[in-house]
């Protein structure tokens, strides 16, 4: 028999950025179906126009390349218990990393932008209540931990993802803020599904993997969950890897 964990965040307020799909989704989800008071954001203007369900979490409209809006945004919670940086992206704009240009804008977006974010939510974090503290869990990648010769720029941008957390977890723990990183291997999710019908850069992959496949959504968001709960009140600056053991391999 297999042990299964399972969570309440009754009266935990919640929000995951790029929570419309992927892991961001099921980690929304997870929160909700735990009781959570959950927010999701996304690029488009309306919860309606993604196919996946949001029934019963708070939609809001977020662009990560808008510095404006991200502090508007962060300057509407009065107090907040959990953020996840979910949201993030390869090739922002169809732009080549390899190019300056390219690599400038995925750091952007996938560092600069999420460090706008929390840093602008540190006032409504420190205003949580919530047992153990705020808790902030960062999505960094295995590409800030191996070459990812295609994407530089995203690649760079998690690495720092990872400098990051251990950075604000040192000078936030005196506010009670805890702040983690799960870094995911190959995940079947909306982004890595293009990859699934090229069997020139799937096999290559799955042969780097011990555990022989990727990785599913369901995997993940209960790590990001169990770092944002009571019992992980002492955890914080660390980095979990989610991904079948291919970082030992």
Known sequence: MTGRVTFDFAGTSV????????????TATLFRDAGADVTVTGTR???GEYDTDLTGMQYRQLRLDDPAAIDEFAASFATLDVLVN????????????KKPDGFE????LNLTAPYRLTVGLRPALRASTAAGGASVVNLASMSALRAVPMVPGYGSAKAGIVGMTRNLAVAWARHNIRVNAVAPGAIE???TRPMMGIPEIRDPEIAHIPAGRFG???EVAPTIAFLCTEQSSYTSGALFIVDGASDCY
């Open 216 to 218: 599913l959504v369901g």
């Open 45 to 47: 203007s309306e919860a």
């Open 189 to 191: 999710t909306p982004m």
């Open 86 to 97: 979910n949201a993030g992206a390869n090739f922002p704009g169809g732009l080549d990393e």
């Open 15 to 26: 929000l995951v950025t790029g929570g419309t799909s992927g892991i961001g989704h099921g």
């Open 105 to 108: 804008a995925s750091v952007a």
